[in-house]
């Protein structure tokens, strides 16, 4: 694949209302101009580097999701490459000792859990660019304050890493 683009960021204002913070104001970075990518199109641009075209590539990642939901609904844990580990969870009500534990009315559900890869889900290869807030009106119909970036055209701050 290429160099990534800059991840874009505006800035936004929190003010804490509660704890040893309580009404001060803090600026904190959020990601701005993200976009949904549909399966179908991730599944075309992964043919696009293989010899596979769009529907072998859908096939398999979908058999590859059913293999492994089915192999932890059965209790194991399934190690998914480079995401991590897919384990399964369950939740349940806390019965006191001595009570007969009942799975039927005790265990609300069960679930598949990501235990992702620190390495691959840590963006450590991304650099940032500041954009300017975009406007829009608050529950009381007032318009917050943009926050503008500094002039000129060099990202700003952060640099490569988190």
Do not use: W
């Not at 959020?30 to 075309?44: D, G, Q, V």
């Not at 939901?69 to 995401?83: H, K, M, P, Q």
Request: hydrophobic residues 35%; aromatic residues 8%.
């Amino acid at each position: 694949m290429g160099k990534n683009k800059p991840l874009n960021f505006s800035l936004s204002e929190r003010t804490f209302k509660t704890g040893k913070f309580a009404g001060k104001t803090f600026q904190v970075a959020l990601p701005t101009n993200r976009h949904a990518i549909s399966f179908e199109r991730f599944c075309e641009l992964v043919a696009g580097q293989t010899t596979f075209n769009y529907m072998e590539v859908a096939s398999v990642l979908n058999l590859a999701a059913d293999m492994a939901r089915s192999l932890v609904a059965n209790g194991d844990i399934v190690e998914y490459g480079r995401l991590g580990r897919l384990r399964p969870s369950i939740k349940s009500h806390m019965v006191p000792q001595g009570e007969t534990f009942n799975a039927n009315t005790h265990i609300k559900g069960a679930c598949v859990t990501l235990m992702p890869s620190r390495k691959y889900f840590r963006l450590a290869d991304v650099s940032f660019e500041r954009t300017a807030t975009k406007m829009k009106k608050g529950k009381s119909g007032n318009k917050p304050k943009p926050s503008t970036p500094p002039s000129g055209d060099a990202p700003q701050g952060g640099g490569i890493g988190i």
